[in-house]
């Protein structure tokens, strides 16, 4: 089945900077990747996504990157704010036999410093 | 904006006591999922249900879970005789057709405690 690695598991940044988070995944099938940011007391809330047939998408001071050939994306805040501060989740959809699962990375806690 | 509710926020049970988590689906919304994250480790899948039916189910999810939509707004999973290792934050989402890349919207998750 699919395995989806994060890192890092933490992240600080002093407000302004930008901040990367990297995911690798294992299988070639898959073809859907969003990244969810969860706030505390919150569910996961999906922030950007990206799919298959596109290596790079861009929504104001988030980007996401995709390698295919590599198996891993990215996801890049620049100018980065006090309320970025959450726990970041990549995913992976690898379809089993016919709903739509996700398969999520261990998270990443990202701290900005006013 | 619509969300995806869950209750209770934290539920703490016995070891063998049964547990039902409650969810509400946004409402237009077909598919319904079940996620769970044990402390420190991935969000992982549960189950996916569709018209009344389970439509896919991992490994985890063993005999000792089901899954119900008992009327048109709730849906619940329901762990029969918990066990200490069932201790984590159960996720509930929702998507509007269950097709392929389609965007699943979470709730706030219930944290259970078994002890």
């Known amino acids: 089945g699919e395995n989806v690695e994060q890192h890092p598991s933490t992240l600080s940044v002093q407000e302004g900077d930008s901040a990367v988070i990297k995911c690798t995944y294992s299988?070639?099938?898959?073809?859907?990747f969003p990244w969810y940011k969860q706030e505390l007391g919150k569910g996961p809330q999906l922030i950007i996504d990206?799919?298959?047939?596109?290596g790079e998408k861009k929504d104001q001071r988030i980007a996401v990157t995709l390698n295919k050939t590599a198996k891993h994306f990215s996801l890049h805040i620049t100018e980065t704010q006090p309320e970025d501060s959450a726990v970041y989740f990549c995913?992976?959809?690898?379809?089993?036999?016919?709903?739509?699962?996700?398969?999520f990375g261990t998270g990443t806690r990202l701290t900005v410093i006013p | 904006e619509p969300e995806v509710t869950q209750t209770p926020s934290h539920q703490v049970t016995q070891m063998g006591q049964e547990v039902i988590l409650r969810c509400v689906p946004i409402?237009?919304?077909?598919?319904f999922y079940w996620y769970r994250q044990i402390l420190g480790q991935k969000v992982e899948f549960l189950v996916s249900?569709?018209?009344?039916?389970?439509?896919?189910k991992s490994e985890i999810f063993d005999d000792q879970f089901s899954v119900e939509r008992p009327d048109g707004s709730n849906f619940t999973l329901k762990i029969r005789s918990t066990k200490l290792e069932d201790s984590a934050m159960y996720f509930c989402?929702?998507?509007?057709?269950?097709?392929?890349?389609?965007?699943?919207?979470f709730g706030p998750g219930t944290r259970l405690l078994v002890l």
């Open positions: 989402a929702s998507s509007e057709f269950g097709t392929l890349q389609e965007t699943q919207y």
């Open positions: 299988d070639s099938a898959s073809n859907y």
């Open positions: 990206i799919r298959s047939n596109v």
């Open positions: 995913a992976a959809h690898a379809r089993l036999t016919g709903a739509n699962n996700l398969f």
């Open positions: 409402s237009n919304h077909l598919y």
């Open positions: 249900f569709y018209n009344n039916e389970i439509s896919e």
